[in-house]
């Protein structure tokens, strides 16, 4: 970054182009890389100005922006702008001067000094110059000016040097042309001719105040509507600086500066706002900026912003020019950097249920996921398509996005569908789904399979994924049969019809739930029985009863008729019969009246329905005609037939209402929305206007009274407001005076008449308001009358004006008389303005460090506003607002414009901000985490309320002075204190990044299967926590494991509380448990036969079984002829022979018979189900 300034050198008035490198640094963090690049390619630095200002005089360009006004004595220089500026817009011109070295005032002493410099504002062009030695003022007229006066020439001279503001070229002092006397001024040298360069700034406000500053302390303040005064409404004058030189002399010069200058916060990026700050200068206001952002984009804010969209170097131009003219022009590069390149990657995808991705981002340096994601870290993913977007910043801190898709199907969930339970003879089909794979237990690898025979089957089948389920069914096969219902199917409303199931099922179910082998239905629908025979074998069957609907007539034509009129009725086509109420039997009957009138028919099938009607006679309607049935000649009347669907008037109009404007008998006949017809008719009046008559005109004099009187009508209203035929009036002048004349009938007529009058007026004005001891003249103004005229004043004066010193309030009286002795008197009040008066007080006594009080007042009193008030000799203006550091004492001084003053005094004290640390017990934890918080004061203590705000979402506050507080969410949180002294000082402090929250892990699972056999006990545990890092898993069987999602094999039947214990990096745990039930496997086997004979192989009979509770066991054994020859409630689940049946029977030694025998076992499962089994066995000897 450049930052280019003019130097003014004193003893040349040059001005030289300075690159300050140093204030460079200081202002940007990129301006090394700038420089660089201005090395690299060459910085365009420069300026350019033209003449902007005519020369006048013996002014001469100094070069540089400077001009010399006077070089040596006799002179007389100006130099003017050459554009005029608006006065009824504010601006603000700032220059340094010069005055020279030369200081005395003893002339013809050769180092006596010269006369000064003025700025001037004038409408007269640029080639002028002043003559004369008047500070190079006198004799521009008209001009407004602001003289620097080096010289005392005159004895209203002060001795020193001596600024003031004087108009129309006469730069005494003391007279009426003095504007703003010198001693109104403030901070101007004594001795400006020091050599020294001085500035000078002029601001103009529209409404008609200047401000002259000097060596910037306000001088000089003043308040005048001089484009009225001065310039005679001329809003567009001249500018510029002149002075002079008499027997001595002086180098007097003025000098403009301009700088352009400008700064960025940094390099961009592309598609980032570029923002560029101004910091041209100028010794006058800067109106143009022109901006060339090096990419075909231009501005002229001052303080614009910019997009670039292509990446690159780019040379920035701005052009600043300011109210004088000059303009200046300085060139820095800035560099766009390319956005990276970002990928969002995904270690596999799509992924099944359960299983975790990898996400990692491509293209840049650094990555930021959304969703809580951490870049090149597992985690689980949510169900479904889920979007994941991902940040990435490259070196250069330029960002770009990317998105990925992860998608997690769900495991497929086959459902086995198909007849579970068929009959002896037949087959089922089932079928687990459309599936990619499937696998069938025992057998099959389609997506059906056919079963002859009962039993449990499952499949486990893989879908287009890769994703895997399972499902599993249990098939029962029974004997199947084929009831047959019978019945009459179709029947009509009202009727009955029996349906039959047939004959030699045991039970019946209707889906009625009737259970017997017949029933009635009367409602058409579906219906099912199913029937079941002695060997619970079930058949259904259904069949559907069809109701037909009864017809439904619908009666058509006019139920609504007028009077002496009649309808015709019609019941619809399509009917086998009709009979109506009249005794009709056709489809239609006419010539009906108003009454009751109903129709039956019958259809095809014989079925019948009926409906009736209303037929009903309406009444004609009546209008009424409404509307002033009079009016007056000229005029007009609405007359209104009312609210109807049509009319027709006797004038063959057809709208509701018409406008009548002649005498006569109107009628109207309407039409209602039944069609039904009325008529009415009115009488309507035209009545004649009044004539009317004011009399003729009169003549009269001034005071008399004259009477008029108005003829024509009854009732007179006069625009005097007299409601009367006859009224007196006196009027001062020449007058015209209207009356308006009515009748009985309402109607009006107007007439005038004029009244002729002369005199002689007198006017003294408005009453006076002055100051006290201020000279008044009083001038009796006359009008009218014949000279001469004479004048007698309560002072005794004869002239037309009198003078007065006015020290006290008096009222003045003046009568006059002419030639012809006609008089008039009038009078005066002059009164002095009351005492000054000026109260002041302030918004706050008692402040906090950096906050402001505002100093205001009431001032009354004196000739009213406009009032000054200084503060430390400065003009301000109230309200004032100051920003004390420490507590201070504030004096101000009213001024009235006839010079009073009133001094008022306020202190006003300043309490510091409280400044303080605060820290805590713990920096970083696992949520829940309980943190104490303590607050360290260092200024403005003691405190009175504290405020903290833990800015977690649950929004955590306390309005203790060392809180607890229990952080419960994971993340990284700001802790904020607002503390208030007892002064009532208050801060707050935010300190970022106090406490690190870890984030909770969150431990799930679910155990597939969760309740198994022992013989099938492999148990596969899908992980489904959140957040977790390390996974330990207790299996409750003496075993454990650490991985993600394990398999595990229970070797024994029992339930199993299963623990895993998820953790992360930081230590924060989560622990959760779930029941394994690991079941016994059931099973039951019985011999057919056995040959008890002693060889000790097959000598017994006994059942063998796993799971059998031997405390509920019972063994029975039947002979041929079902008489029970053995019992036994012994078993032994080692040695279940030993309880077994040894071909005897029992309570014997009897053998039986080889043969077939029966067999029931009952007994209870370890899981408290009862079972019976049955069976025949054969004894063989």
Not at 890 to 900: E, I, K, M, P, S
């Amino acid at each position: 970054m450049t930052n280019c300034f003019y130097n003014k050198q004193t003893a040349f008035r040059k001005r030289q182009l300075i690159c300050n490198l140093a204030s460079i640094i200081a202002k940007s963090n990129i301006v090394m890389k700038q420089l660089f690049f201005g090395l690299l390619f060459g910085l365009s630095i420069g300026f350019s100005y033209s003449q902007q200002f005519d020369i006048a005089g013996a002014a001469t360009d100094a070069g540089g922006l400077c001009y010399n006004l006077t070089t040596t004595t006799g002179q007389s220089g100006a130099v003017w702008n050459q554009n005029t500026i608006d006065l009824t817009q504010p601006f603000d011109i700032s220059v340094t001067l010069n005055f020279g070295n030369n200081d005395a005032d003893n002339y013809p002493d050769p180092l006596c000094g010269a006369d000064g410099i003025s700025f001037i504002l004038q409408p007269n062009g640029t080639g002028i110059s002043s003559t004369g030695a008047g500070v190079g003022f006198e004799w521009i007229v008209p001009s407004f000016g602001v003289l620097m006066d080096t010289y005392s020439a005159n004895p209203t001279d002060p001795l020193g040097d001596h600024i003031s503001i004087h108009q129309n070229g006469d730069p005494l002092h003391g007279t009426a042309n003095e504007l703003m006397p010198h001693t109104s001024a403030v901070g101007f040298p004594y001795n400006v001719e020091d050599g020294a360069d001085h500035t000078f700034r002029f601001v103009w406000t529209p409404g008609g105040t200047a401000q002259v500053y000097f060596d910037g302390v306000l001088s000089l303040t003043y308040t005048g509507d001089i484009v009225t005064n001065i310039f005679g409404g001329n809003t567009h004058v001249f500018w510029g600086f002149s002075s002079s030189t008499g027997g001595c002399w002086n180098i007097q010069t003025v000098c403009f500066d301009i700088m352009a200058d400008f700064i960025t916060a940094s390099d961009a990026c592309v598609n980032e706002t570029v923002s560029f700050t101004d910091q041209s200068q100028s010794t006058t206001a800067i109106t143009t900026w022109n901006w060339n952002f090096g990419d075909g984009s231009t501005s002229t804010l001052q303080n614009p912003s910019h997009t670039y969209t292509v990446s690159g170097i780019y040379n920035v131009t701005l052009e600043v020019i300011d109210m004088g003219g000059f303009s200046l022009t300085t060139t820095i590069p800035i560099e766009i950097f390319a956005l990276p390149s970002v990928t969002a990657n995904a270690n596999e995808n799509p992924l099944c249920e359960g299983q975790q991705v990898i996400l990692s981002g491509g293209g840049a340096a650094t990555y930021i996921w959304d969703g809580g994601v951490t870049n090149g870290t597992a985690f689980l993913p949510a169900m479904g398509t889920t979007e994941y977007n991902v940040t990435g910043t490259d070196a250069n801190g330029c960002t770009n996005t990317s998105t990925i898709d992860i998608i997690v199907n769900s495991n497929p969930s086959p459902d086995i569908t198909g007849i579970l339970d068929f009959c002896t003879g037949s087959n089922t089909t089932l079928d687990a789904g459309s599936f990619s794979t499937y696998a069938w237990s025992p057998s099959g690898t389609t997506q059906t399979i056919t079963l002859t025979t009962g039993g449990n089957y499952s499949v486990t089948v893989t879908d287009i994924n890769g994703c895997t389920g399972t499902d599993l069914v249990t098939v029962t096969q029974n004997t199947g049969l084929s009831p047959s219902i019978s019945g009459t199917l179709n029947i009509c409303p009202g009727n009955t019809t029996t349906l039959n199931a047939g004959s030699g099922y045991a039970l019946y179910y209707w889906s009625t739930t009737d259970v017997s082998q017949t029933i009635d239905v009367v409602v058409a629908g579906t219906y099912s029985v199913t029937v079941s025979d002695a060997n619970g074998c079930t058949g259904n069957a259904s069949v559907t009863v069809n109701v037909f609907s009864n017809p439904s007539p619908v009666i058509t034509g006019d139920t609504q008729i007028c009077p002496g009129t009649t309808t015709t009725l019609d019941a619809g086509a399509g009917f086998a019969a009709y009979l109506w109420s009249t005794t009709d039997m056709t489809q239609s009957v006419s010539e009906l009246s108003s009454g009751n009138y109903s129709v039956t028919v019958a259809d095809a099938n014989g079925c019948t329905g009926t409906n009736n009607i209303i037929v009903t006679e309406l009444t004609n309607p009546v209008p009424v005609i409404t509307g002033n049935p009079e009016f007056c000649a000229g005029s007009s009347a609405i007359i209104n037939a009312g609210l109807f669907t049509s009319y027709i008037w006797s004038t063959s109009q057809v709208t509701q209402s018409i406008t009548v404007t002649t005498s006569g008998i109107y009628s109207v006949t309407v039409t209602d929305a039944n069609g039904c017809t009325g008529t009415d008719n009115i009488s309507i009046t035209a009545n004649p206007l009044p004539v009317v008559s004011a009399g003729p005109d009169q003549s009269a004099c001034n005071g008399a009274s004259i009477n008029l009187t108005a003829s024509g009508g009854n009732f007179y209203l006069w625009n005097t407001g007299d409601p009367t035929a006859t009224i007196t009036v006196s009027p001062s002048s020449t007058t015209t005076f209207y009356v308006t004349v009515t009748d009985l009938n309402g109607c009006t007529g107007t007439d005038n008449v004029t009244v002729n009058i002369g005199d002689i007026y007198l006017d003294l004005g408005s009453d006076r308001l002055v100051c006290k001891g201020e000279s008044v003249i009083l001038t009796a103004s006359v009008s009218m009358g014949t000279l001469p005229i004479s004048y007698i004043w309560s002072t005794g004066g004869t002239s037309a004006s009198i003078g007065l010193d006015v020290d006290s309030d008096a009222t003045y009286f003046v009568t006059i008389v002419d030639a012809t002795g006609c008089s008039a008197t009038d009078q005066v009040s002059v009164e002095t303005h009351p005492e000054l008066s000026f109260n002041l007080f302030v918004s706050e006594n008692e402040i906090c460090e950096g906050e402001t009080v505002s100093f205001n007042g009431n001032i009354t009193g004196g000739p009213g506003a406009p009032y000054y008030v200084f503060h430390d000799e400065n003009i301000v203006a109230l309200p004032y607002t100051v920003s004390p550091a420490t507590g201070n004492t504030y004096t101000f001084t009213a001024q009235d414009l006839c010079g009073q003053e009133v001094e008022q005094t306020i202190a006003v004290t300043v309490n510091p901000i409280p400044q303080f640390t605060i820290q805590s017990d713990i920096s970083a934890s696992c949520p829940p985490a309980e943190i104490s918080f303590s607050a360290n004061p260092e200024t403005g203590s003691p405190y009175s309320s504290y405020t903290w705000s833990f800015n977690d979402p649950n929004h955590g506050f306390s309005n203790s002075s060392d809180p607890t507080y229990n952080f419960e969410e994971a993340g990284v949180f700001d802790v904020s204190l607002a503390v208030t002294s007892t002064k009532g000082c208050s801060n707050t402090i935010v300190f970022e990044d106090l406490i690190t929250i870890y984030q909770q892990p969150t431990a799930n699972f679910f155990p597939d299967p969760q309740i198994t056999s022992f013989v099938n006990a492999d148990v596969y545990f899908g992980n489904y926590s959140a957040f977790g890092d390390y996974f330990y898993w207790d299996f409750r069987d003496g075993d454990s494991s650490t991985a993600a999602s394990p398999m595990h094999h229970f070797d024994d039947i029992g339930l199993y509380n299963v623990e895993l214990v998820v953790s992360t990096i930081h230590g924060c745990t989560d622990t959760v448990y779930q029941l394994i039930e690991i079941t016994d496997e059931y099973t039951f086997f019985a011999p057919d036969a056995f040959t008890p004979n002693g060889d000790q192989l097959n000598d017994k009979f006994f059942v063998t079984g796993n799971g059998i509770d031997p405390s509920t066991f019972t063994m029975l054994i039947y002979d041929r002829w079902g008489e029970l020859i053995y019992e036994t409630n012994e078993y032994d689940i080692n040695e279940p022979s030993l309880s077994g049946w040894d071909g005897k029977v029992q309570g014997s030694r009897k053998l039986s018979e080889t043969g077939v025998y029966t067999w029931l076992v009952m007994f209870r499962h370890n899981n408290g189900i009862m079972h019976e089994y049955s069976g025949a066995v054969t004894v063989m000897w």
